[in-house]
């Protein structure tokens, strides 16, 4: 399926549109949504910073590797605790799912190439709130993917994309504890 083509089955019929994304196994389309995430991310925080192509490639390259990593293990996650909850879902379609909803993330793109574009206004000082609020719009969508695909109400499709946050949030904070742990041996 083309990926423009895509887009305009989603406008016109939302459900039927990720039920084939799906059904067909996109992966194309889902890559390019992580390549879009990717892209925004560097580009958010790198405009008007004046880097050189190759740092430019090797973050978007870093980025994209880490987007389809959070992509992949959300998408198990998510998987289990929908399973735990006796629904049977793919964690093939969640992670096509969370793959297309990286163009939200291009709204991130905007936001920065305006704050350029406007420098005396300060812009910048905004940057956490066009953050969050562009990652509050990226969950709405996956948390109406899931509703849509599964049927289900809106607090268990909510829980099945947070429910990944607990184990990455336990990860983080062993990560510091082991770093902290280690700063304190080493002097």
């Known amino acids: 399926m083309n990926t ?3 887009y305009y089955h989603y406008v016109n019929d939302p459900i ?3 039920k084939t994304l799906c059904r067909q196994r996109a992966f194309k389309e889902a890559f390019w949504g992580y390549f879009v ?3 925004s991310w560097v580009l958010f925080f790198n405009i ?3 880097i050189s192509i190759p740092v430019f490639l090797l973050k978007l390259s870093i980025l994209f590797i880490a987007e389809i990593t959070a992509g992949y293990v959300a998408a198990s996650l998510g998987s289990l605790f929908l399973d735990f909850s006796s629904i049977k ?3 093939a379609s969640l992670f096509i799912l969370a793959g297309t909803s990286g163009f939200v993330k ?3 793109v905007a936001f920065a190439l305006i704050a350029a574009a406007f ?4 812009l910048e000082y905004l940057a956490p709130i066009a953050l969050l609020l562009v990652l509050g719009l990226q969950l709405g969508y996956l948390t109406r993917g899931v509703m849509r695909l599964y049927k289900t109400g809106a607090g268990k499709a909510l829980t099945s994309w947070l429910f990944t946050i607990v184990p990455l949030l336990m990860l983080c904070v062993l990560c510091g504890i082991f770093l902290i742990w280690g700063m304190v041996l080493l002097f």
Do not use: R
């Open 4 to 6: 423009f083509k895509a």
């Open 16 to 18: 039927n549109a990720l």
């Open 37 to 39: 995430a990717a892209l």
């Open 48 to 50: 008007g910073s004046g």
């Open 89 to 91: 879902a793919s964690a």
């Open 106 to 108: 291009a709204l991130l």
């Open 119 to 122: 420098p005396f206004a300060k």
